[in-house]
């Protein structure tokens, strides 16, 4: 919602630091939220919002060779929007793409987001040299269907 774009979603995704997945379970315990095991997600039950935590320096996608890695926290992969530290826009089309690359049942979603960003953002298939090369065709391939066969 940050990059610009709303959609309204049911989770919460955080990213963690690598090293540091205890400690934020504990935090996210010490809140309240109860952890499923079998959906593998924390959840506050007087809402049901569901909270995911990924992990810098893992796999993006279930198709690890893509090569896509979920950045540390921290550094260029990071901005401030609002005063609020998420994924800087690069990195967020990159995980999206790889995310649906790799798994057929959210290929809709992650890429009607990135069309979406993409619209929202005013961007060119230019943009595609912040990505990682697994994901530039793929995002070149959307920016030219965003724009109407205009994507240049």
Do not use: Q
Request: aromatic letters at 6%; hydrophobic letters at 40%.
């Amino acid at each position: 919602m940050l990059h610009g774009y709303r959609r309204t979603t049911a989770d919460v995704d955080i990213l963690v630091a690598s090293g540091r997945e205890r400690e934020v379970k504990r935090a996210l315990e010490g809140a309240g939220l109860v952890w499923r095991s079998r959906r593998r997600e924390f959840v506050n039950e007087e809402d049901g919002t569901a909270v995911h935590l990924m992990f810098g320096g893992e796999s993006a996608s279930d198709d690890r060779s893509l090569g896509v890695a979920l950045p540390e926290p921290e550094g260029s992969a990071v901005t401030e929007i609002e005063g609020l530290h998420v994924l800087s826009l690069a990195r967020l089309i990159e995980a999206k793409l790889a995310c649906g690359l790799g798994n057929l049942r959210r290929t809709h979603r992650d890429f009607a987001d990135v069309v979406e960003l993409v619209a929202a953002n005013k961007l060119t298939k230019g943009f595609a040299g912040f990505l990682h090369k697994s994901v530039r065709a793929e995002f070149k391939e959307l920016v030219e269907r965003a724009r109407g066969g205009r994507g240049r």
